[in-house]
């Protein structure tokens, strides 16, 4: 059977070059003074997205993704890697959201592509570590959803067959669809780009990004397929209320690195005296009882 597959992918902060600026004055990422890179957890749900679409002739893969003009990079990518399609969510109402603001925009834009399968995403982000935008998006939508997702096993009748990971072991479930999965980053890596996709899209960009004097913008006329779909608040039919900063209950004060230094340490052997001894310590200290 022919799917039709939306990846939420996005474009985090590289954040092992955390500093100083990391933060604006109203407690947001300020983007624009940290290395951007594609998620890591949702390259591996892009991989899985793209074996499905293997697995079923005529399937199609879209990335959806939210953030300024140069987070179109985000497609750009999906499309070198055998995706068909993406979709950037770009408008100032859209800035400082934090999980709900995000899932909302999320949803309402899925809504907008319509009749989709399947929804597929990574566990989380590297930038918010919270891994409810993907759950939220499915409670929005109203569908099934499976998370920690390893490997979907196949495809039939309707269903996905997927391990997914749990505590102490692995689980196998049925989900019908459609459906909304996020995946860990234990699930196989992202195949590389390739050559001759690098090639065709290479100059695929969103109107936003494109300035005046840019060079071949007579191209754009001549392949529609390098027009990467953009959308605005307005073009979801969204509430602005309920996206970015206005639909954001939550606020980050501040983000810092903490380098954990051991300032003092002992060792201990297995005798039962210093078992016993350090039960005694953890128990004064109330780290236990």
Known sequence: MSLKIVVLAKQVPDTRNVGKDAMTAEGTVNRAALPAIFNPEDLNALEQALRLKE???GSTVGILTMGPPRAAEIIRQGLYRGADTGWLLTDRLFAGADTLAT???LATAIKKIGDV?????????????????????????GL??????????????????IRRL?????????????????????????RPCNAKLVMKYKRATAPME??????????????????????????????????GLSGSPTKVKAVKNIVFQAKESKTLTGSDTDVEELIKELLNEKIIG
């Open 166 to 190: 749990i505590d102490g072991g692995a689980e196998t479930v049925e989900a019908p669809m459609p459906v909304v999965v996020t995946v860990n980053g234990s699930a196989a890596p992202c």
């Open 103 to 105: 899932s909302y925009a």
């Open 55 to 57: 697995q079923n002739p």
């Open 210 to 243: 494109r300035t005046e004097d840019m060079p071949y913008k007579e191209l754009y006329d001549e392949r529609p397929y390098l027009t990467l779909n953009q959308w605005s608040v307005a073009d979801v039919d969204g509430d602005p209320q309920q996206c």
């Open 144 to 161: 099934n959803q499976v998370t920690y997702a390893e490997n979907i096993e196949k495809c039939e009748d309707g269903k996905l067959t």
């Open 117 to 141: 399968d399947i929804v597929i995403g990574g566990r989380q982000a590297i930038d918010g570590d919270t891994a409810q935008v993907g759950p939220q998006v499915a409670q929005k939508l």
